[in-house]
Structures are given as C-alpha cells and as structure tokens.
Nanobody, 118 residues
C-alpha cells in the first residue's frame, strides 16, 4: 500500500500562485508515477499533470500547460504542483494519485481544496 497526503491548498486571487505538495509513504518503491487530478463541483474528476518517478518525464492537461509545473523529490518521496496565473476555473479539489507499472491510478490522497476568487 502507498499512503498519500496532500497539503498546500487554500484561497487565492485570480492571477495568483499556489503550490501543492503530496507526501507518499508505505511501499513507495513500487511507485512508477504520480499525478494530480482535480474535481470541480458538479463535474467529473479530470487529469491535471503527471510525472514519472524514474526519469522525471511529465505530461499536462492542455488547460494548465504553461501555468502549472509538476515536480518530484525522490529523496523525500514527494510530488509537488506549482500553480501560476491561477484562474477562477482552476477552483476544485485537487487529488494526488500514484500508480505502479500499470495504467491504473491505484492510490489516492484525500484531496485539498483550491479556491480561486475572481
């Protein structure tokens, strides 16, 4: 099992910045990649960004490309999401996820609220 705990959410004005962190514990040696997803009220959960634990390769949703940056610290078993130029539509609960060698995100954090005021 891999246990994930997010932190760093909060309230920010449009155009502002926020950094989310995700700390992984447990069987972290089995983690192949970590990701951030988000879910706005009344909407489905959507992919935001992910990063491969080994080579650090990243991918982003088009809606956040150029504004958000995902990174990881292998020594601390953490993944972070730096969010810049935040927009009202970025308001959501942000979830950290982890997976092994399959395409299924097996492990999820409890979520952290990000609210962007317009």
């Amino acid at each position: 099992q891999v246990h994930l705990v997010e932190s760093g959410g909060g309230l920010v004005q449009a155009g502002g910045s926020l950094k989310l962190s995700c700390a992984a514990s447990g069987r972290t040696f089995s983690v192949y990649a970590m990701a951030w997803f988000r879910q706005a009220p009344g909407k489905e959960r959507q992919f935001v960004a992910d990063i491969k634990w080994g080579d650090g390769g990243t991918s982003y949703a088009d809606s956040v490309k150029g504004r958000f940056t995902i990174s990881r610290d292998n020594t601390k078993n953490t993944a972070s999401l730096q969010m810049e130029s935040l927009k009202f539509e970025d308001t959501a609960v942000y979830y950290c996820a982890a997976r092994g060698g399959t395409a299924i995100w097996d492990y999820w954090g409890q979520g952290t609220q990000v609210t962007v005021s317009s």
